[in-house]
């Protein structure tokens, strides 16, 4: 027994001094910098630019015959009305219509060009929602030190952002030694697949690679992290994939005085009660463990001292982050059940009962593993399983280990000294994963500052940005441009 004891005393000093030891050697990821020079901007100008751009609806619906065609050209004159130097000077041609490409020829043309992305549509505004804007939606307001108006955050300010960039440096005589391409889609909030994914195929048959991409995903956020001061600019390296699954059971309908023991609705709600309660596994890794590994080391010491031992502590803390819907989305493929349908009729009973789940893929999972999951977990012929669409997978991790990444934060660091910057798993969808056999390097991140309170904000009511704001964005922008160039 004794010598038990002493067993134990043994392993518990040793085990302290590992965790001690791996702590010790966790060292910081962010790289010292020096801050990028201030630029004189024309800010009421820029400031008219965005403005003027949320005043034209140009509208994503989910039903194709509401589409405005009269917006979105009306965008297109917008854009070469406010900007007449950069369609003077670039190449610019439509794509598909109504999605726009321009290039800004480099000096040097053995050399690999980059892209900037962002998307000109906007999700709609619900109309039982319209009174609770306090500016309205459309009418681009400029009010308290803030511009008002959907699309504000997502994403005309990074479109706006970026062609106010462009146009600075064009008239400060500037010409970049790599050529840069601007795309913006059209159709972005409905999966890019008439505009973005066009301005890729297009590009694919010219045989155009780049050296990075960068889009929409990730942003400058305050206060979400915890154990984090710092503002944390949060640099998507992947996004998960997607698909809807239809669950249909079907039965003899009839009337609901003498029902069977198990009707349709039953069954299905069965099954689909099975998949919450038995969710796909969560797991750690990249890009996710790659954020922790960013982030630990600028925590408090309880907390890198688990980051720092995660072959120790990985259940510990997948446990934690399953807790909130937020972290628990970063580290599992998630189950949200978002339709069902039965009997038009309260008396009568349904002859086919139907559910539809939603799954949002992570990084290690695919559609045919969740596909398999749902057959595993159902375990009931009687529910028809069948994917809705196509699915997609989630896209390829870019390897944050490419100078091209530690570039880029460098670059944020520059523009926004004393900002943290992490890898992260984007949750929703871009255009950016249309891009992804273009280049292994995918960004996906706009340097708009984002409170806790903001995140309600886009697809939601009062959507806004601060002149402050967007002012950041263009140096960011501006400063970007040049160190590729
Ligand atoms: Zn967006």
Same mark, same amino acid.
């Given at each position: 027994?004794?010598?038990?004891?002493?067993?134990?005393?043994?392993?518990?000093?040793?085990? @302290?001094?590992?965790?001690?030891?791996?702590?010790?050697?966790?060292?910081?990821?962010?790289?010292?910098?020096?801050?990028?020079?201030?630029?004189?901007?024309?800010?009421?100008?820029?400031?008219?630019?965005?403005?003027?751009?949320?005043? &034209?609806?140009?509208?994503?619906?989910?039903?194709?015959?509401?589409?405005?065609?009269?917006?979105?050209?009306?965008?297109?004159?917008?854009?070469?009305?406010?900007?007449?130097?950069?369609?003077?000077?670039?190449?610019?041609?439509?794509?598909?219509?109504?999605?726009?490409?321009?290039?800004?020829?480099?000096?040097?043309?053995?050399?690999?060009?980059?892209?900037?992305?962002?998307?000109?549509?906007?999700?709609?505004?619900?109309?039982?929602?319209?009174?609770?804007?306090?500016?309205?939606?459309?009418?681009?307001? @400029?009010?308290?030190?803030?511009?008002?108006?959907?699309?504000? +955050?997502?994403?005309?300010?990074?479109?706006?952002?970026?062609?106010?960039?462009?146009?600075?440096?064009?008239?400060?005589?500037?010409?970049?030694?790599?050529?840069?391409?601007?795309?913006?889609?059209?159709?972005?909030?409905?999966?890019?697949?008439?505009?973005?994914?066009? &301005?890729?195929?297009?590009?694919?048959?010219?045989?155009?690679?780049?050296?990075?991409?960068?889009?929409?995903?990730?942003?400058?956020?305050?206060?979400?992290?915890?154990?984090?001061?710092? !503002? @944390?600019?949060?640099?998507? @390296?992947?996004?998960?994939?997607?698909?809807?699954?239809?669950?249909?059971?079907?039965?003899?309908?009839?009337?609901?005085?003498?029902?069977?023991?198990?009707?349709?609705?039953?069954?299905?709600?069965?099954?689909?009660?099975?998949?919450?309660?038995?969710?796909?596994?969560?797991?750690?890794?990249?890009?996710?463990?790659?954020?922790?590994?960013?982030?630990?080391?600028?925590?408090?010491?309880?907390?890198?001292?688990?980051?720092?031992?995660?072959?120790?502590?990985?259940?510990?803390?997948?446990?934690?982050?399953?807790?909130?819907?937020?972290?628990?989305?970063?580290?599992?493929?998630?189950?949200?059940?978002?339709?069902?349908?039965?009997?038009?009729?309260?008396?009568?009973?349904?002859?086919?009962?139907?559910?539809?789940?939603?799954?949002?893929?992570?990084?290690?999972?695919?559609?045919?593993?969740? &596909?398999?999951?749902?057959?595993?977990?159902?375990?009931?012929?009687?529910?028809?399983?069948?994917?809705?669409?196509?699915?997609?997978?989630?896209?390829?991790?870019? !390897?944050?280990?490419?100078?091209?990444?530690?570039?880029?934060?460098?670059? +944020?660091?520059?523009?926004?000294?004393?900002?943290?910057?992490?890898?992260?798993?984007?949750?929703?969808?871009? !255009?950016?994963?249309?891009?992804?056999?273009?280049?292994?390097?995918?960004?996906?991140? +706009?340097?708009?500052?984002?409170?806790? !309170?903001?995140?309600?904000?886009?697809?939601?009511?009062?959507?806004? +940005?601060? &002149?402050?704001?967007?002012?950041?964005?263009?140096?960011?922008?501006?400063?970007?441009?040049?160190?590729?160039?």
């Amino acid at each position: 027994m004794k010598r038990f004891w002493q067993f134990l005393g043994v392993f518990l000093v040793v085990l @302290v001094i590992v965790l001690i030891a791996n702590t010790l050697r966790f060292t910081r990821l962010q790289p010292e910098v020096t801050p990028a020079a201030d630029v004189a901007l024309d800010e009421a100008a820029l400031v008219r630019h965005l403005s003027g751009g949320l005043a &034209i609806q140009t509208v994503s619906y989910q039903d194709s015959a509401r589409f405005d065609s009269t917006a979105f050209n009306r965008f297109h004159r917008y854009l070469e009305t406010v900007y007449p130097e950069i369609f003077d000077r670039l190449e610019s041609e439509r794509v598909n219509d109504y999605s726009l490409l321009l290039k800004w020829q480099g000096k040097q043309s053995e050399l690999k060009p980059v892209l900037l992305m962002a998307h000109m549509d906007v999700v709609p505004v619900d109309p039982r929602t319209r009174s609770q804007w306090q500016q309205p939606p459309f009418s681009g307001a @400029v009010a308290d030190g803030f511009i008002w108006g959907r699309g504000a +955050i997502d994403d005309k300010a990074s479109l706006f952002g970026i062609l106010d960039a462009v146009q600075f440096l064009l008239n400060q005589g500037f010409q970049p030694e790599r050529t840069i391409y601007l795309a913006f889609g059209h159709d972005e909030e409905l999966g890019g697949n008439r505009g973005a994914r066009r &301005i890729a195929e297009r590009l694919a048959r010219r045989g155009i690679k780049f050296d990075w991409v960068l889009d929409e995903g990730g942003a400058r956020t305050g206060g979400l992290m915890p154990g984090v001061q710092s !503002d @944390v600019a949060m640099v998507g @390296v992947a996004e998960k994939g997607y698909v809807s699954v239809e669950l249909l059971v079907e039965g003899t309908g009839g009337h609901s005085s003498m029902p069977p023991l198990e009707t349709p609705v039953g069954i299905l709600c069965k099954a689909i009660a099975a998949l919450e309660e038995h969710q796909m596994p969560a797991e750690l890794m990249p890009p996710v463990n790659q954020m922790f590994r960013y982030l630990g080391p600028e925590m408090p010491f309880g907390m890198k001292l688990v980051m720092a031992n995660l072959w120790l502590f990985q259940g510990l803390l997948t446990t934690q982050l399953s807790q909130s819907p937020t972290t628990n989305a970063l580290i599992r493929t998630t189950t949200a059940p978002t339709m069902l349908e039965g009997s038009i009729k309260d008396n009568v009973l349904p002859a086919r009962a139907r559910g539809v789940v939603n799954f949002r893929i992570r990084p290690g999972d695919s559609v045919e593993s969740v &596909i398999q999951h749902i057959r595993k977990t159902v375990q009931d012929d009687r529910v028809n399983i069948r994917v809705l669409g196509t699915g997609r997978n989630p896209s390829p991790v870019s !390897d944050v280990r490419a100078p091209q990444f530690q570039w880029l934060v460098r670059v +944020i660091r520059e523009v926004f000294p004393g900002t943290l910057v992490a890898p992260s798993l984007v949750v929703g969808g871009t !255009d950016a994963k249309h891009f992804t056999e273009l280049s292994p390097n995918v960004y996906r991140f +706009i340097p708009v500052k984002l409170t806790p !309170d903001d995140l309600h904000r886009f697809h939601g009511i009062n959507e806004r +940005i601060s &002149i402050q704001n967007y002012i950041d964005m263009v140096k960011f922008y501006v400063h970007l441009l040049r160190k590729a160039a």
